[in-house]
Structures are given as structure tokens and as C-alpha cells.
């Protein structure tokens, strides 16, 4: 598996616009064969920082994305509305996804 955590600092001027601005690129991206998991939240910190947690089933299917179309046109307006260029942390792991969470179990 393919795991990518994405910082995206955007401009204050564009904050409230950015999930709309992603909308048809996180669609698409979710739409795509080999995509395990593709979420925006908003930094806890700093409102005007997103943080995107994005997962491929294989280097073959990370590698699909970055060549599509929807990754290309994000890519093409995403300087004009970030703050400062993105920080990202991507690595290949063991895993197909999203695993529970041993420490914590709800009560009944």
C-alpha cells in the first residue's frame, strides 16, 4: 500500500472555497481503480491548512493517479490559491487500509 498525508497550507483568502475548489479532483480521484482511501480534514492549528490522508493498493495504482487527467488539472491551479508549497510524507507499507485501533474499544 501506498500512504500519503498531504499539508496544504491555502491562502486565507481561499479557505472557504478550497473543499469546493477539490470537489470533482477528490471525486474523481475516489472513483479510481486501486484508491483505498482519498480525505481532507482542516488542520486543528492553523483553519487555513488542509491536510488530505490519501491510500493506492499498489505502486502501479499511485502511479495511475499521478498520470490522470483530474491529478493534472488540480495540479495546473493549486499554485495560485496555496500559501506555501505542501508538505507531504509518502510511503510504501504492508496493509490494504485502515486497521482498528487495539487500544481503544467502545463500552457497553
Do not use: Q
Request: proline content about 8%.
Amino acid at each position: 500500500m501506498i500512504f500519503i498525508a498531504v499539508r496544504f497550507p491555502v491562502r486565507p483568502e481561499y479557505r472557504d472555497e478550497w473543499l469546493d475548489r477539490v470537489a470533482d479532483f477528490t471525486a474523481a480521484t475516489r472513483a479510481e481503480p486501486g484508491n483505498l482511501f482519498f480525505e481532507w480534514s482542516v488542520d486543528a492549528v492553523d483553519p487555513n491548512r488542509f491536510v488530505l490522508l490519501e491510500a493506492f493498493a499498489s505502486p502501479e495504482a499511485g502511479a495511475a493517479h499521478v498520470g490522470s487527467e483530474h491529478f493534472k488539472a488540480a495540479i495546473a491551479w493549486m499554485p495560485d490559491v496555496v500559501a506555501a508549497t505542501p508538505d507531504i510524507i509518502n510511503v510504501e507499507m504492508e496493509g490494504g487500509g485502515w486497521s482498528p485501533m487495539a487500544e481503544i474499544t467502545p463500552r457497553v
